[in-house]
């Protein structure tokens, strides 16, 4: 009896469908492809991507489960990739020009939380807005052209392999993802973003502070944007005006996926890396399938409804429960 | 035709409990029928199958001889059952008129809903019940009980037979549970059928006509309320006899020096509030809903804005800009509304009750586990919460449990409180829990601290407390002793201008 209502828990969990779905797509893809999909040199490919979507989930995740969203990670990721190249290129040392683009990263976060704590902008007309503040330095700083990179500690982060196949940005966004797992379910720091994702209010009268702490989650939120961008950058060895802009949205369509619902208080890592593999499997077979690139767009436009009707379709489900 | 509601061998399991199993009985139009029993006894559980939110895993229900089959809330509103929860159901942002009628609006011969035709209805109603409300409100603006009689009027308007109430009263101050009963005493001589749940026996002596017990989700018992009295009823309920509880109660009379004053204290709700507390003491603040009493605690607590007067904690004065220093400096708030203030619904009992104390139960850089389980347990068994596991979300507990949830955390072992206050803090409580929750009370202020208790049910307030403040729009109006205080004449300062 027991084991019988755990075993219906797990198939019933969105997890399961989730990886029901990664499994069914990963058929599809490698009959569809003749075994291209599955071939090694694919699978570098989806690590690749993978790397830069997780690290914009991650810190995206951040500010889900705290009830807050960010839409502006791939424009502030662009602009990161952008200062780093332009800094690089203008003979700034990799040991200050790194941590600066970092920093940046974290300030635009900074610049967020003021819209949505100070002027209490709603998080996504805030992010929104301030998309096209960040996109407009990017080319500012571009001056119209891509700005090429040529640091070896930069080139070996971006496009760095570890035995031939490990593509290093890979392990660093998982280690990541790990310790950022770690630190939601076993630190104060994490439960605190739980508890005002679940109930502000509640939260503040028990002593956290909400608005200091959605401060310092788009400031994290920032950081991760920026290394993702900076990531991108890295690989394509130069800082380019388009760069991880069009990304930030796979970073919510994983984490949704992974069931970090847009209501706050719920979702994790767990759930966000299966969300990735989906999202990250779903992408790329569809390029080795041959699909034609503007059809991917509507593609993965169509994925992020389908997260978003996840999403409600779950919350609509516990509210009745 | 014979009108009757009858329960026929309903069961229903959550997972880790057995809500209800094997409850049959039967309820007669033109009655009203208490449903009694302890927090998580299924007294809800019932009735949401009742009104078809929620299906039955066995049994059925019968509703003047026909068997009903209701699949979803609207089945049972056309078999003419309407349920009353304790959450409102209204639309806010809809008028009071367009709630009683929503989804039936009179129409005009254009199709568009007739204005004129709606609110000369709805006046109608209103008139037969005698309320001061007017059809063209917003329902978001009225208060709490207002918002409850347009339930009622939609309930009636629907033409329901079968009405129920969940805690009807416990937001409510008594001269509207006077016009409640009112309003239940009049479905009943239209022969209607009233179901009635509540945690105040005295209401349930003054309403109903017939109890139904239930116990551990059974059915044990169905009495007649003009032939029964609260000790069978408690011996029922509970399993055994809890005697005169605050008779029995061991108080505290060792009063020590100054721990809280308060001077002249004003806010945007408070005009010249002026009071002390002494450590050991209980101080009981009465008053009707709305009279002040939770913006002072807020205020003590920092959590409402200081504008004039001063707050004295221990000889100092104290103006915290948020609860986290007041936790720290020693205060402690149970806030009076579990939903929107208290609880976080969707994480467990063990988080909720850790939420004050995190930086206290670390073992370097992250959260122990193994305390936060100990406090937790320790929760359960002070309060008697029933629950399968520390784990469970606290929105699948009863309403009674959740409350106990959040008393749980403001008086959890971890805490160092020095000044406990309790807004309404036995809301929804079964009488064998509140006797422990009054006990608590007083030990809490036997070992020298201080306890300010909110409350607005009078018998319990006066009874409790060692001396009352009574409060009326944002003022002190009295500042009397136990000995000194009766219903009467609390009640009458506390209408006093
Ligand atoms: N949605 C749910 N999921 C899981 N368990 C539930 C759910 N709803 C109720 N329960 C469980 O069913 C039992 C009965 O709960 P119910 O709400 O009917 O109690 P109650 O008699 O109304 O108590 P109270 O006096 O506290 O309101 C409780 O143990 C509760 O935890
Ligand atoms: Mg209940």
């Known amino acids: 009896m027991e084991k019988q209502s755990y075993m219906r828990g797990v198939v019933r969990s969105p997890m399961f469908s989730l990886l029901i779905l990664f499994a069914a797509l990963v058929i599809y893809f490698s009959a569809a492809s003749k075994g291209l999909f599955l071939k090694p040199k694919n699978l570098v490919n989806i690590l690749n991507a993978m790397a830069i979507s997780a690290l914009l989930t991650q810190g995206v995740s951040f500010l889900m489960i705290s009830g807050k969203l960010d839409l502006s990670t791939g424009a502030n990721g662009t602009l990161c990739g952008m200062l780093l190249a332009f800094l690089l290129q203008h003979g700034t040392p990799v040991v200050i020009a790194l941590p600066v683009s970092l920093a940046l990263g974290g300030v635009i976060g900074l610049f967020n939380s003021v819209l949505v704590n100070e002027i209490n902008f709603q998080p996504f007309i805030a992010t929104l807005a301030s998309t096209s503040v960040f996109t407009g330095f990017v080319y500012v700083l571009a001056n119209k052209k891509a700005i090429d990179i040529k640091n070896p500690v930069v080139l070996w982060l971006g496009k760095g392999m570890i035995i031939n196949y490990i593509p290093v940005s890979a392990v660093m966004a998982l280690l990541l993802m790990v310790v950022v797992g770690v630190i939601l379910h076993k630190t104060k720091f994490g439960r605190q973003i739980y508890l005002v994702g679940g109930n502000a209010k509640a939260a503040m009268l028990s002593g956290i502070n909400p608005k200091k702490l959605s401060y310092k989650l788009f400031a994290i939120c920032g950081v991760f944007s920026s290394l993702a961008g900076i990531t991108l950058a890295a690989r394509l060895q130069s800082g380019t005006i388009a760069g991880v802009t069009n990304a930030r949205f796979q970073g919510i369509t994983a984490a949704v996926l992974g069931g970090i619902s847009f209501g706050g208080g719920s979702g994790g890592m767990g759930g966000a890396f299966v969300g990735l593999l989906v999202l990250s499997g779903f992408n790329n077979g569809m390029t080795v399938v041959g699909l034609n690139p503007y059809w991917q767009t509507v593609a993965s436009g169509l994925l992020l409804l389908f997260a978003l009707a996840l999403d409600v379709f779950r919350t609509r489900r516990n509210a009745k429960a | ?497």
């Open chain 2, 1 to 497: 035709m014979e009108q009757y509601l009858e329960f026929t061998g309903i069961g229903k399991a959550y997972p880790g409990v057995q809500a209800l199993r094997d409850i049959s009985f039967r309820c007669d139009g033109g009655e009203v029928l208490a449903l009694l029993g302890e927090n998580g006894a299924g007294k809800s559980t019932l009735l949401k199958i009742l009104s078809g939110d929620t299906r039955p895993d066995e049994g059925g229900i019968i509703i003047d001889g026909r068997p009903q089959q209701f699949s979803a809330p609207y089945d049972a509103i056309k078999a003419g059952v309407s349920v009353i929860y304790q959450e409102r159901q209204l639309v806010p942002a809809m008028s009071v008129m367009e709630n009683i009628f929503l989804g039936e609006q009179p129409k005009t011969s254009l199709g568009t809903i007739d204005k004129k035709a709606l609110r000369q209805s709805t006046q109608d109603i209103i008139d037969k019940f005698g309320l001061p409300i007017r059809p063209d409100e917003l329902a978001g603006r009225l208060s709490v009980a207002y918002q409850q009689m347009v339930e009622i009027m939609k309930a009636y308007r629907r033409n329901s037979k079968i009405i129920a109430f969940d805690e009807p009263t416990a937001p409510l101050a008594d001269a509207e549970i006077a016009i409640l009963f009112d309003l239940i005493r009049r479905l009943k001589e239209e022969g209607r059928i009233v179901l009635y749940v509540s945690h105040r026996l005295s209401e349930i002596f003054r309403i109903t006509d017939k109890i139904a017990v239930l116990k551990d989700g059974r059915f044990v018992k169905y009495l007649t309320t003009s032939r029964t009295n609260e000790q069978e009823l408690i011996q029922a309920m509970v399993g055994r006899d809890i005697g005169d509880t605050y008779a029995n109660l061991r108080r505290n009379d060792k009063l020590g020096d100054v721990l809280l004053e308060v001077c002249n204290l004003e806010t945007e709700y408070l005009r010249d509030v002026s009071f002390t507390l002494r450590r050991g003491e209980v101080l009981g603040l009465a008053g009707l809903v709305g009279a002040g009493r939770t913006e002072v605690a807020r205020a003590i607590f920092g959590a409402d804005a200081i504008l004039g007067g001063e707050i004295r904690f221990e000889g100092e004065a104290i103006d915290f800009s948020e609860p986290k220093d007041a936790i720290e400096a020693g205060i402690a708030l149970c806030p009076e509304d579990r939903k929107d203030q208290g609880l976080v619904l969707w994480r467990s009992i063990r988080e909720n009750i850790t939420m004050p104390v995190l930086g206290r139960i670390r073992k370097g850089l992250f959260l122990d586990r193994a305390a936060e389980e100990h406090l937790a347990e320790e929760a359960i068994a002070k309060y008697a919460i029933r629950t399968p596991s520390i784990n469970k979300i606290v929105r699948e507990l009863s309403g009674g449990n959740q409350q106990k949830v959040i008393l749980g955390r403001w008086t959890n072992s971890k805490m160092t409180t020095k000044l406990l206050i309790l807004d309404e803090p036995t809301k929804g409580i079964d009488v064998g829990t509140k006797a422990e929750v009054y006990q608590m009370i007083c030990d809490f202020a036997g070992e020298g601290f201080g306890v300010i208790f909110i409350s607005s049910e009078l018998t319990e307030v006066i009874n409790v407390s060692d001396r009352i403040i009574v409060m009326r729009n944002g003022r002190v109006t009295g500042d009397v002793t136990r000995r000194e205080a009766t219903e009467e004449s609390v009640l009458a300062l506390a209408m006093t201008d």
